[in-house]
């Protein structure tokens, strides 16, 4: 919280009164803030956020805690840390952030964000595109969470399969390679699912399929982007088909899901 708020509430209105239980969150408060947001955004020629419902979901359980806990704070002491929290209410991202803030009005609180540099940085974060508002009454006061993030545009297996693929057969014309066939494969899916997880990529157990020139594994939060290996891999002109594996799923290194994959040429 920054300096000039705090004093303010402190002269103002009790700093924790009393929760009133089962009271539900403000809905047109958190849409008032929303708008807000996005009206900072496009007059600064932004992209505006759209209301995630996960997002939603983890920062009104946030805001909760902080309100019970009676501490503004991005982390309480029995809570995971911001990834994991938007992770586990199902946020499918690459890289998030949060603002946390009690007031007495939504405007007001907006306004202050604006005026403390590490939170005006995330309202107009260029990278984020989803918000979830968690506003909710304790007392004279509004608790208030704001998380962002930069959304993942493809959350299927499949989705990511077919961008994989469009890719690899343009690198292979684009290097004077013959068009490769795809050659569909269980088990190297198997294997995309195992290194999720063992957490771990693995390009020896490919490699012992029958008639592989070459094996690449890798991860991906943004599957159309193809790692320099992969592009080695349509470079060589004498193989003639391929085999991808590929599985959507969360591990140690990676809570809050990436793409595993795993390609095989012949």
Known sequence: MFKRLIIFLLLSV????TVRRGEDF???????????INKERTERGLEPVRIDTTLTVAARRHTELMIDHHELTHKLSDEPVLRDRL???GAVFDIAGENVAYDW???HAHDEFMHSPGHRANILNP???????GVKHSGNLIWVTEDFSKQLGTTSASEAANLVKTKYLELRHKEGAPLAV???????GKVACEM????KLDTQSPRKMKNVRGV?????????KLPEQVKQLAADRASTSYSLGVCFASSASYPNKVFWMVMAIY
């Open 14 to 17: 009790p700093l924790f009164a």
């Open 26 to 36: 403000d809905a047109q408060a958190e849409s008032q803030i929303v708008t807000l």
């Open 87 to 89: 992770a586990d209410a």
């Open 105 to 107: 009005a939504p405007e």
């Open 127 to 133: 990278k984020f595109t989803a918000i979830g508002l």
């Open 182 to 188: 795809e050659k569909p494969s269980p088990a190297l």
């Open 196 to 199: 999720a997880n063992s957490d």
């Open 216 to 224: 690449m594994a890798w991860t991906a939060t943004d599957p159309a």
